[in-house]
């Protein structure tokens, strides 16, 4: 049975702090790095908004720049980025052959159409004609089908020529996690040599915050970094808008066509642990750490801890339990990015391996870590469900 060594060739990213993974590392390897924050437009919850971005960098056509809501342009953007860095993008031999895998969530809602429905509803009992009368003629065909979820992957194949096969998962944070530890597992088995793999997650429109809000999740009230949110108004999760896709090829292909490598991707676990009861979740926190295989001597990981308060306590308290890990919570400095936080975290696991120096910490209380690591954590607690871990070395 093949085993391929699964490494990391092309990184893209976007977030409230900029763009590209250079610019990623000047900011968070520079201690005392401050967060980029909107608190008034959707008060009383603050966001960490996309900065301002020349969609045509990476997206040439206008034609294409408008048929994409936000997130599939923000996704098409970020993947055009990671093609970029690995020198795929323009290639049609590497392109056409290039598996993609894809986390998205399911678009934004036409808000004015929804209000609308609700309205009427107030006045009507036949709610059933009424959503009918709705469908049929409030809703455009293109606005439709501009909702479906994989679009994102199919703008990808559009405009950057990726055509090899295609999958899209849907699952919030899960859906991050199971992208990347499929993609991985394609490689390590031979179905593929190299994959573009990740997500995207548009924050600033008003129903992707309802989400979250139904079940209370929110955080209320002044911000707050990530470890410091227990306690406070509302559920603790402060969302942002981002990206993060990366390329994963097998050693072989990669230093076949002489490309750099970041670093290599090593096991990847996932798991659904119960949320009821106490100390269901940490145990389970436990048992992906164990399955992982952790190395001796002081580990770096970079949290994808969303800050709501059950998960986010039960993934400190597991990380805690091994005084080894110094652990920093990338969304204290952008915001819960949904489907594109593993990918992201799997990111700057990279690059601090790449670049041969750990992170300071993110926010007050968190562990030093000093020297050139030579393995990263990667976490991905959900703030409502799935949990997922990788591990990030050095090549060899």
């Known amino acids: ?200 997650f548009q924050t600033e429109h008003s129903d992707m915050l309802l989400g979250y809000e139904l079940a209370g999740y929110l955080h209320r009230g002044p911000w707050k970094p990530v470890w410091q949110r227990q306690g406070s108004e509302g559920g603790g999760v402060v969302t942002g808008s981002g990206g993060a896709f990366l390329v994963l090829e097998s050693r072989e292909h990669a230093e076949a066509r002489g490309q750099k490598i970041y670093a290599q991707l090593g096991p990847v676990v996932s798991g659904r642990a119960r949320r009821r009861g106490n100390g269901s979740l940490e145990e389970g926190l436990a048992e992906l750490l164990a399955k992982v295989e952790l190395p001796q001597g002081n580990l770096l990981a970079i949290s994808g801890a969303s800050g709501a308060h059950a998960a986010t306590a039960a993934e400190k308290a597991a990380l805690d339990a091994n005084p080894a890990i110094a652990a920093r919570a990338l969304s204290s400095l952008t915001g819960h990015m949904k489907e594109a936080q593993f990918p992201f975290a799997v990111a700057l696991a990279a690059l601090a391996i790449d670049n041969g120096a750990g992170y300071p910490a993110f926010e007050t209380g968190e562990k030093e870590f000093a020297g050139a690591p030579r393995n990263v954590l990667a976490t991905a607690v959900g703030y409502h469900q799935f949990e997922g871990v990788a591990l990030v070395s050095a090549p060899r």
């Not at 809501?69 to 055009?80: F, I, K, P, S, V």
């Not at 969530?105 to 036409?110: L, T």
């Open 1 to 200: 049975m093949a085993n391929r060594d699964v490494v990391i060739t092309g990184i893209g990213l976007v977030s409230s702090l900029g763009e590209g993974g250079g610019a990623h590392w000047d900011k968070l390897s520079t201690a005392g790095a401050t967060p980029v924050i909107d608190a008034e437009r959707f008060s009383p919850y603050t966001i960490h908004p996309l900065p301002g971005i020349d969609w045509g960098l990476q997206i040439a056509k206008r034609g294409d720049q408008r048929q994409m809501e936000t997130w599939q342009r923000l996704g098409t953007y970020t993947a055009g980025m990671a093609l970029d860095d690995a020198g795929i993008k323009g290639n049609d031999d590497l392109s056409t052959t290039m598996d993609m895998v894809v986390a998205a969530g399911g678009g934004e809602r036409d808000e004015s159409v929804d209000a609308g429905v609700l309205d009427a509803s107030n006045t009507r009992s036949d709610r059933g004609v009424l959503l009918n009368e709705k469908l049929t003629t409030e809703l455009r065909p293109t606005l439709f089908l501009a909702q479906l979820s994989n679009l994102l992957a199919g703008n990808i194949s559009i405009v950057h020529k990726v055509t090899g096969s295609s999958r899209t998962f849907m699952g919030e944070e899960g859906a991050g996690v199971s992208a990347i530890e499929t993609a991985a597992a394609r490689i390590r088995s031979g179905q593929s040599t190299h994959v573009l793999v990740g997500g995207a």
